[in-house]
């Protein structure tokens, strides 16, 4: 049964709902105890008229039933067995409903001194009379449920007033604008209540947003810091000669993870922004960092029999942060390089999006619809599953759609489509 969700239009349900109720039971009332009546006066109609007749007929035994329009008699005894219809004769004594043909009647039957008596009453004027006051009463429920629909609705603005003034102050309410508390406008009773609530959670909201604030701002300053110096260490030591080829590759990727985690950490504190903030960083040019992120990751192919094909469109722009996309590339470039023993890689990016397809290990059915969960890892997995779930959070932030097919031993095929 579908119910609203809108208070007022509960409350005008509600008060249709009862009124159709309480009418219905009063048509039922009312209409049976008008069709009890009617009976019961027809009943005592047929009974007197028949205590008449047989009183009558004991003075005079060829005295003739009633015979008028609305009531018809006959005899049954030795000498008249004949002239009761066939109909009347299977009834025993007491009262029965007949119906011949259109008509319907009342039958009282009586046994008396030797011989059965019948008594019929026409009830097809009746049952009209009572259908016609059964249509009337059915107006009426109409009536009575349309007139509660509107009583509901009209008490609803009245009764819900307050809660939608609530609701509506709450809805337009800026951040800005709760140094304002809402219990100023609604000083006393449930209202008032719930306002204080609202002002309650919304202070311990602001203080647990301004420490974490101050902890993304202390972080990402004492996180930078660390960075600048290794850094600055890792290009002072690149630029000694007196260093083999194979320390110079060492010191080379100190220097791009930690040039990796610094774009990482900007990235992050870019998707822990407002998301206006993050639609207007600019736009990016998705091929420079497909290249960019093949190359960073191509290690990751070492002695591994795996042929990657890269096809990009350099003409396609997204308007968001590049430190965003190239997370986003990179986790699914890393994925592909790390699950591929052998085959191909193939990395394909047109106008519309990107696709990366490998010919991997794959993932298992019962792991395709959880690998996007943080912290999600089936038991063949090396990461700490946090990669997928942020490249799920940068498509949800900025509308676009993630695909991913996958079967086990066959490879996995992941698409975003960024328009």
């Known amino acids: 049964m579908l119910r609203p969700h809108n208070l007022r239009q509960r409350v005008a349900f509600f008060f249709a709902g009862f009124g159709a109720l309480l009418s219905l039971l009063l048509v039922f009332l009312l209409y049976q105890t008008a069709h009890d009546q009617g009976q019961r006066l027809i009943d005592e109609t047929l009974t007197a ?14 005295s003739l039933p009633p015979s008028t329009v609305m009531l ?15 109909y009347l004769t299977t009834l025993l004594p007491g009262r029965h409903d007949v119906t011949v043909g259109d008509l319907s009647y009342r039958a009282a039957v009586l046994d008396r001194s030797g011989a059965r008596y019948y008594l019929l009453y026409d009830t097809s004027l009746q049952q009209k ?3 016609r006051f059964l249509f009337l009463l059915a ?3 109409v009536a009575v ?24 102050k709450v809805h337009l309410r800026n951040p800005e604008d709760w140094d304002h508390p809402l219990a100023d406008d609604f000083p006393e009773g449930e209202m008032g209540e ?7 959670h919304v202070v311990r909201m602001r203080a647990f947003i301004e420490r974490e604030r101050a902890l993304s701002a202390d972080m990402s300053h004492e996180l930078r810091t660390s960075l600048a110096v290794i850094l600055s260490a890792t290009e002072i030591l690149l630029e000694d000669e007196t260093l083999t080829e194979k320390q110079k590759t060492r010191i080379a990727r100190i220097d791009h993870a930690a ?45 591994k029999p795996v042929q990657v094909e890269v096809h990009t469109d350099p003409a396609l722009e997204v308007p968001a942060d590049c430190a965003l996309i190239d997370i986003l590339v990179s986790n699914l470039v890393r994925n592909a390089f790390s699950y591929t023993a052998s085959g191909t890689v193939v990395i394909r990016q047109d106008a519309r999006g990107l696709s990366i397809a490998d010919t991997g290990k794959g ?44 079967r086990e031993n066959s490879g996995t095929s992941v698409t975003i489509l960024f328009n």
């Open 49 to 62: 008229e028949l205590d008449d007749y047989i009183a009558r007929r004991e003075r005079n035994p060829h």
């Open 72 to 86: 018809q008699g006959y005899v049954r005894d030795a000498a008249s067995a004949g002239d009761v219809p066939p």
């Open 129 to 131: 009379r009572e259908e």
């Open 139 to 141: 107006v009426v429920a």
């Open 145 to 168: 449920t349309l007139l509660a629909a509107l009583g509901g609705i009209w008490l609803s603005r009245s009764v819900v007033a307050p809660v939608t003034e609530l609701a509506d």
């Open 194 to 200: 719930l306002a204080r609530v609202f002002d309650r």
């Open 259 to 303: 040039r990796d985690m610094g774009e990482l950490g900007t990235a992050l504190l870019l998707m822990a922004r407002e998301e206006q903030l993050v639609s207007s960083s600019g736009s990016c040019a998705v091929a420079g960092v497909i290249e960019k992120a093949v190359d960073k990751h191509r290690l990751l192919l070492a002695n």
């Open 363 to 406: 993932i298992p059915g019962y792991a395709v619809d959880q690998v996007f969960l943080r912290h999600f890892r089936d038991i063949t997995s090396e990461g700490a599953g946090i990669g997928l779930s942020l490249v799920k959070r940068i498509c949800d932030r900025f509308g676009w759609q993630l695909r991913l097919e996958s």
